[in-house]
């Protein structure tokens, strides 16, 4: 048995090599595409944030902010995490700027970037993933929640993923909640027994992520408990009906989830979550998350303004991707290789090299060999047109070998003029 390295990745984290770059680097151009699209601007955001950000913004009884968060306390005494998640960043972001004086809405996204949660690692949960995230500041307006759901899934269908669904469902506001809430604990301590010990805990601080639990004798409880849907004031009904009217309109495959909470306390109305369902109707991991967040621009500091977003992992998209051995159109291979003889060569080359990136012409090239043989080898192995040898007497003479890799003809051109012999060539071929 090989021995294993001292030095390895913590658990739940990982390397993104070679193979999965190329589905990596797909998912973020084709986010960097649908964003400018759709008119959102890009914001960046530190990895670190103060604590209290995520436990007021996440909300101090989530999972994620009692069990996930990495946090620790500076040199100088700070108390800072790193960030579980991009909304209470953005909403800080768009507080400190004052982007509430410009005109509303303000949409922003930030593309592929790392989030840390200490979660136990399994099938598409890591303890460094990453999310691409699209936010809707200062709009309240039924129809925005449409679009990000829209997007959300115009990504993964570019992406080349398929058998896609949306579950979708109104959590209301904090006028009917509370009904709601009332009703839930009343059922579910009639039935306190069953419930896991999380559950017991969240039946005091807050029943509603009850509705989360993934423990089976938890679910079989939520699912004869009483659903929102019947508690909702008259606003979040109108709102949840006109959020429906438009879903209908775009022809986009949903179905209600009655008790769909999401697992962050900041979602008012519409919480959505797109995922990949098999042929037997089994739920794949939740592919893009989101919803309203109304209250949360006010919570943080901020004035009382209306918000909606989702944000999607990357790390799960890009298993789908690979499982499914989704075609990824690559640029096309260099079509010429630069090989080199002597110490003249090498240096003539390295200039030339550059000459031709400028010129954005693409060159293989292998300058630590010595051998022309290995190097017209990979020549031969890359399918390059044209090889150009720079041996002694060339790099003396300022010239170059063009040869043409079928045929094996071969011209003898001047150094400065090779660029436009080869645009010449390539423009023909
Ligand atoms: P979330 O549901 O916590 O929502 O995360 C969004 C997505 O990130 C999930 O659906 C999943 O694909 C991915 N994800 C989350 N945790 C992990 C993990 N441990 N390993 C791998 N992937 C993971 C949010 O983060 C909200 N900020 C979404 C949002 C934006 N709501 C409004 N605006």
Do not use: W
């Amino acid at each position: 048995m090989s021995k294993k390295p001292k030095f390895q990745t913590l658990t739940g984290m990982h390397d993104i090599l070679g193979e999965e770059q190329k589905y990596f680097q797909k998912i973020y151009s084709v986010v960097e595409n649908i964003a400018q699209f759709y008119g959102f601007q890009k914001i960046e955001t530190p990895i670190l944030e103060e604590t209290e950000l995520f436990s007021k913004g996440t909300g101090s009884s989530t999972d994620v902010v009692q069990k996930e968060m990495y946090s620790f306390r500076t040199k100088g005494g700070d108390y800072v995490s790193l960030r579980p998640e991009g909304t209470p960043s953005i909403v800080r972001a768009y507080i400190e700027h004052g982007m509430i004086s410009r005109p509303q809405p303000v949409k922003l996204y930030h593309n592929v970037a790392p989030f840390f949660r200490y979660e136990r690692p399994q099938a598409g949960r890591y303890r460094e993933f990453h999310q691409f995230d699209f936010e809707v500041l200062g709009e309240k307006n039924s129809v925005i929640d449409v679009q990000l759901i829209q997007i959300g899934y115009n990504i993964l269908k570019e992406l080349g993923l398929k058998d896609l669904i949306i579950e979708i469902n109104s959590i209301g506001d904090a006028q009917c909640r509370p009904y709601y809430k009332k009703s839930l604990v009343n059922y579910l301590r009639k039935h306190q027994v069953v419930l896991c010990a999380d559950c017991k805990r969240r039946l005091k601080e807050n029943p509603l992520r009850i509705l989360d639990c993934k423990k089976e004798k938890c679910q079989e409880l939520v699912n004869t408990a009483p659903q929102i849907i019947d508690y909702l004031c008259e606003e979040c009904h109108n709102y949840f009906k006109e959020v429906l009217e438009f879903l209908d309109e775009l022809d986009l495959p949903y179905r209600l989830n009655p008790f769909l909470a999401r697992g962050l306390d900041y979602y008012t109305k519409t919480v959505f979550e797109i995922f990949e369902e098999t042929e037997e109707g089994k739920k794949q991991g939740i592919l893009i998350a989101g919803g309203r967040y109304d209250g949360l621009i006010k919570l943080l500091g901020g004035k009382d303004a209306p918000a909606c977003g989702m944000a999607g992992g990357v790390e799960r998209i890009m298993n789908i991707m690979k499982n499914a051995e989704v075609k990824i159109t690559q640029s096309s291979p260099p079509k010429i290789f630069l090989a080199q003889l002597g110490e003249l060569a090498k240096k003539r080359s390295l200039k030339l090299l550059e000459e031709f990136r400028k010129a954005k012409i693409p060159v293989a090239e292998s300058l630590s060999r010595d051998s022309l043989k290995i190097q017209l080898g990979i020549a031969d192995k890359l399918g390059t047109e044209y090889t150009l040898i720079l041996g002694q007497k060339e790099a003396l003479e300022q010239s170059v070998i063009v040869r043409e890799m079928t045929t094996g003809r071969q011209k003898t051109v001047k150094l400065d003029n090779v660029i436009a012999e080869m645009r010449k060539r390539l423009k023909k071929s």
